[in-house]
T-cell receptor
Framework: QKEVEQNSGPLSVPEGAIASLNCTYS??????FFWYRQYSGKSPELIMS????GDKEDGRFTAQLNKASQYVSLLIRDSQPSDSATYLC????????FGAGTILRVKS | KAGVTQTPRYLIKTRGQQVTLSCSPI?????VSWYQQTPGQGLQFLFE???????NKGNFPGRFSGRQFSNSRSEMNVSTLELGDSALYLC?????????????FGNGTRLTVT
């Protein structure tokens, strides 16, 4: 079992829709959770961090954490073509471990 | 504030050679982590340095090593290069070591081994 699992996609959504990205992790002791966005040929860019159960909103982005279910999600509202990228879920236990990423394609 | 700076951006080496990659963290950041990214394996953790000490190490062979200097700058060395070492090597810095200190990545060094 991988430490951090994501559906590789691609996830295709129309412009203006809500994109929902999901991630599960295996280490119950994990303490912090991050979402990174990586455009093709670029390095990962931090977009959200979440440390406690519940929702955290930042602009069009909402991160959701459920530690009991070992599940993290990222919602992107009003998706734009510029949101097309690979989204990486990262989980910190004693080091930051990344999932393989979900490719998101927003079609105009 | 300047971001994480990695040099060089591109490297081409031959099997058996060694290579040194350099990373300058964001000013004030004291922790530096290194990752290898390949299409097949994604982002794989190499090691983390804090206060000139290696705090954590991933599952890579001993050919991969690193160090951190007193100004928090870090270098990573790979000896006896293999074709499979071709990858994007990413350095990331954080303010402190620990769960509540997010990583910020540099632009990476693209290493090609022929």
């Amino acid at each position: 079992q991988k430490e951090v699992e994501q559906n590789s996609g691609p996830l295709s959504v129309p412009e203006g829709a809500i994109a929902s990205l999901n991630c599960t992790y295996s280490d119950r002791g994990s303490q912090s959770f991050f979402w990174y966005r990586q455009y093709s040929g670029k390095s990962p860019e931090l977009i959200m961090s979440i440390y406690s159960n519940g929702d955290k909103e930042d602009g069009r982005f909402t991160a959701q954490l459920n530690k009991a279910s070992q599940y993290v999600s990222l919602l992107i509202r009003d998706s734009q073509p510029s949101d097309s990228a690979t989204y990486l879920c990262a989980v910190y236990g004693n080091k930051l471990v990344f999932g393989a990423g979900t490719i998101l394609r927003v079609k105009s | 504030k300047a971001g994480v700076t990695q040099t060089p951006r591109y490297l081409i080496k031959t099997r058996g050679q060694q290579v040194t990659l350099s990373c300058s963290p964001i000013s004030g950041h004291r922790s530096v982590s290194w990752y290898q990214q390949t299409p097949g394996q994604g982002l794989q953790f190499l090691f983390e340095y804090f206060s000139e000490t290696q705090r954590n190490k991933g599952n890579f062979p001993g050919r991969f090593s690193g160090r951190q200097f007193s100004n928090s700058r870090s270098e990573m060395n790979v000896s006896t290069l293999e074709l499979g070492d071709s990858a994007l090597y990413l350095c990331a810095s954080s303010l402190e070591q620990g769960y509540d200190s997010p990583l910020h990545f540099g632009n990476g060094t693209r290493l090609t081994v022929t």
